[in-house]
């Protein structure tokens, strides 16, 4: 008999089942292992926070207290003023006040450096792990139970 390449126990023959089921399986492999340990792939397209961003953060903070500061003492907030300043607080209201764009987001919270309680509160709602420009200035108020011995004003633009 001649030897024919294209007898039945010939081995040059096109892909196996197996071949095709390890193949895939390494392809999953690596598809999960890029989805498992790279997140940035997989997570939205958020843009970071800029030089940007962090000056209008600072911006708004020095704004902030400024406007609400005792004028015989520079870092003392009224309690007045500061309770109805954060009383009518909204993004809009934030953005306006401290001359931000429409597109941003703020947030500025007032919380007592002893307890991390918090004394205000206004704005958007900053969700933990996103990132934000941070801004933060040390204030007292001219009610020492509000804030003693002081303060810590924090102001998130995103």
């Not at 999960?32 to 939205?44: G, H, I, K, L, S």
């Amino acid at each position: 008999m001649n030897s024919d390449n294209h007898s039945r126990g010939d081995r040059n023959r096109g892909q196996t089942a197996q071949d095709f089921a390890v193949g895939i399986g390494l392809f999953l492999l690596a598809v999960a292992f890029v989805f498992a340990f790279v997140p940035q792939v997989v997570a939205p397209y958020d843009v970071g926070v800029g030089p940007s961003e962090s000056a209008q953060a600072d911006r708004a903070a020095t704004l902030i207290v400024g406007n609400l500061s005792v004028e015989e003492r520079p870092n003392e907030i009224s309690n007045a003023s500061t309770s109805g300043y954060f009383a009518a607080l909204d993004v809009s209201t934030l953005q306006n006040r401290t001359g931000l764009p429409f597109s941003s987001r703020i947030n500025v919270t007032v919380t007592n450096v002893t307890t991390d309680d918090p004394v205000w509160s206004g704005g958007a709602l900053h969700r933990e792990g996103r990132e934000a420009a941070t801004a933060t200035r040390i204030v007292r108020t001219n009610d020492p139970s509000t804030c003693e011995p002081a303060c810590e004003l924090v102001v998130r633009v995103w």
